[in-house]
C-alpha cells in the first residue's frame, strides 16, 4: 500500500511538473534553495565523514573482511564491475560538464584576486572537489551498508534492510517496520528526482550537439519529445533484461566509447596541455581538500555561491545513493571490503580527474586562442561551449560531435535503466529479480517528470529539482550508518 501512495504522489507531482512547468519548478527551487542554507554544514561535514571512514577501512585491518562468506569471490569480473559501478554513477555527467563546469568556474571564480594562470588551475581543482573523492565517498560507503547487511546477515537489499537488521535491537518491531518502509519510499523518490535531472540535462546537450553535427536548427520540442522517448524505450528494454545482459553489455560499451572520445579529442590538441592542467588542478585541489572539506566557501562575503554549487552537488550524490549505492552492492558480492571501497572511489576519481583534464584543459586552450568565445558561451547556456569546441575541429568536427551525443545517450540509458531496475527492487522490498510491471511504472513516471523539467530549459532548475528528493533522504542515510556503525562495531571490530 505505501509503493502505491508513493508511486501516486510521485506520479502527480511529475504531472504538476509537466502542465504547470514554471509555478510547479518554481517551488521546489524555492524549496530546495531554503533547506540547502539550513543543511550546508551538516551536509558537507557528513560527506567528509564518509571519505574519512573510506581510508580508515581501507588502511586497517578490517579490509579483507568480504561483502559475503569468507570464501566468496566476485561474481563480476573486474573490467565489468567498474564499468557498470561507473556508468550508473556519473557518466552522464561528465560528457555535459565536462567542459561546461571549468570554465564556469574560470569566469566567475570562487577565489578572489588570483592571477589568470593561478585561475585555471583552480577552475579545474574546484571542479575536481564536485566530482572527485568526496561524491565517490558518498557511493562506496552507501552502497557498502547495503551489501554489508544483505550478503552477511540476509537483510533486504534495500535502506530498509540495514534499518531492520542495524536498529533492531533500539526500536519495537512496528516501528522498524514503518521506519523500513518509509525509508524505501523515499529512496524511491529521491531517484526518481535525481534521474528525472540528469535526462532532462542530456536531453538538452544531445539536442545541442545534434544541431551543431548537422548544421541544423532542429525543431527544440519535438526534438526533446523524440530523444526522451528514444531513451525511455532504450532504458526500460535494458533494465528488463536484466544486469547479466542489458546493463553489463551497455556499460562495458559505454566504457569503451568514453576512452575512445577521450583519446580522439586528446589527439586533437597538445597532450602537454592536459598533462599540465592535470597536475596544476591536482596541486590545488589537494590545498583546498582539507579546507573545503570542512567549511563552505565564502565568495563575496556569502555562501551563496557554495550552496548552489558544492552543496547542491553533494546532495545530488545523496540522491543518486538510492539507486547507486544499491546497484553497487548488487554487483559486488563476493569482494572485500578493500578491494571494493579501492576499486568504487579509486579508478573511477582518477578517469574523472583525466577526463576533466583532457575536456577541460583543451578548452581553456582553445579559449585562450579564439577570443574567449567559450567562455562567452558558457555564461549564457551550459550545453553550448562543448559542441562549439568539438564542431571546430576541422575534418573530425562533425565525428566527434556524433560521437558525444552517442556517449551521452548510451551514458544516460545505463544510469536510468541501473535505476529502474532499483527502483523496482525497492518497491518489493529488496527484490532482486522484480517483476517487470514495477520497473515499467517507475521507468514512466520518471520520464514524465524529465518531460515537465525539459518545459523549462533550464540546467539550473533541473539541478534543484534533482536534489529535491535527496533532503529527506539524508537523515535516513545518516540512520543507515548508524545501523551499520553497530553492526561493524558487534562483528569485525570486536571479533
Known amino acids: 500500500m505505501a509503493m502505491r501512495i508513493a508511486a501516486i504522489l510521485i506520479a502527480l507531482t511529475g504531472l504538476l511538473v509537466l502542465v504547470f512547468p514554471e509555478s510547479a519548478t518554481a517551488t521546489i527551487g524555492t524549496a530546495t534553495a531554503w533547506f540547502i542554507t539550513i543543511l550546508g554544514w551538516p551536509v558537507l561535514w557528513l560527506s567528509s565523514l564518509l571519505l574519512l571512514l573510506c581510508v580508515f577501512l581501507v588502511l586497517g585491518p578490517w579490509g579483507s573482511l568480504r561483502l559475503g562468506t569468507d570464501d566468496e569471490r566476485p561474481e563480476f569480473g573486474t573490467f565489468s564491475w567498474l564499468s557498470m559501478l561507473f556508468a550508473a554513477g556519473m557518466g552522464s555527467g561528465l560528457v555535459f560538464w565536462g567542459v561546461a563546469e571549468p ?136 533494465a528488463n533484461s536484466g544486469i547479466q545482459r542489458g546493463i553489463l ?44 572539506s570542512v567549511h563552505q566557501a565564502v565568495v563575496n562575503a556569502s555562501l551563496d555561491w557554495s550552496g548552489g554549487w558544492t552543496i547542491t552537488y553533494l546532495l545530488w550524490w545523496i540522491a543518486w545513493t538510492p539507486f547507486v549505492g544499491i546497484f553497487i552492492a548488487r554487483i559486488s558480492r563476493g569482494r572485500s571490503i578493500r578491494g571494493y571501497i579501492l576499486g568504487v572511489v579509486g579508478v573511477p576519481v582518477a578517469f574523472t580527474l583525466v577526463w576533466f583534464a583532457v575536456m577541460g584543459g583543451g578548452a581553456f586552450a582553445y ?5 574567449g568565445v567559450l567562455l562567452q558561451a558558457v555564461s549564457h547556456d551550459y550545453t553550448a561551449p562543448l559542441f562549439l569546441w568539438l564542431s571546430d575541429m576541422g575534418s573530425w568536427g562533425s565525428s566527434l560531435s556524433y560521437m558525444a551525443c552517442l556517449l551521452l545517450f548510451v551514458f544516460l540509458v545505463t544510469s536510468a535503466d541501473s535505476a529502474s531496475y532499483v527502483m523496482g527492487m525497492l518497491s518489493r522490498n529488496g527484490d532482486p529479480d522484480p517483476p517487470m510491471r514495477n520497473k515499467m511504472i517507475w521507468g514512466g513516471v520518471t520520464v514524465l517528470l524529465a518531460g515537465g523539467l525539459l518545459a523549462r530549459r533550464s540546467a539550473d532548475v533541473n539541478k534543484a529539482v534533482a536534489i529535491a528528493g535527496a533532503i529527506p533522504y539524508t537523515l535516513l542515510l545518516m540512520l543507515q550508518l548508524l545501523a551499520w556503525g553497530r553492526s561493524f562495531w558487534r562483528t569485525a571490530l570486536k571479533k
Open 249 to 292: 553489455w551497455l556499460s562495458n560499451g559505454n566504457v569503451l566509447l568514453a576512452v575512445l572520445l577521450l583519446l580522439a579529442v586528446l589527439w586533437q590538441q597538445d597532450a602537454g596541455i592536459a598533462l599540465n592542467s592535470l597536475w596544476d588542478g591536482l596541486l590545488q585541489y589537494a590545498k583546498i581538500l582539507p579546507q573545503w
Open 103 to 238: 570554465l564556469t568556474h574560470f569566469s566567475s571564480p570562487p577565489v578572489a584576486g588570483q592571477p589568470a594562470a593561478l585561475q585555471y588551475s583552480t577552475a579545474m581543482a574546484v571542479t575536481y572537489f564536485h566530482w572527485g573523492l568526496h561524491a565517490w565517498a558518498i557511493y562506496a560507503v552507501s552502497g557498502l551498508v547495503v551489501a554489508w547487511f544483505t550478503y552477511r546477515f540476509a537483510a533486504p537489499e534495500a535502506p530498509s534492510g540495514a534499518l531492520q537488521e542495524g536498529l533492531k535491537d533500539w526500536l519495537r518491531p512496528s516501528w522498524l517496520s514503518a521506519l523500513g518502509a518509509t525509508a524505501n519510499v523515499v529512496a524511491i523518490a529521491a531517484v526518481v528526482f535525481g534521474v528525472a535531472g540528469a535526462l532532462a540535462n542530456g536531453t538538452m546537450l544531445i539536442h545541442h550537439g545534434l544541431d551543431k553535427a548537422s548544421g541544423r536548427e532542429l525543431p527544440v520540442a519535438g526534438s526533446y519529445a523524440l530523444i526522451l522517448s528514444a531513451m525511455g524505450i532504450a532504458f526500460l528494454a535494458s
Open 367 to 371: 579559449d585562450a586562442s579564439h577570443g
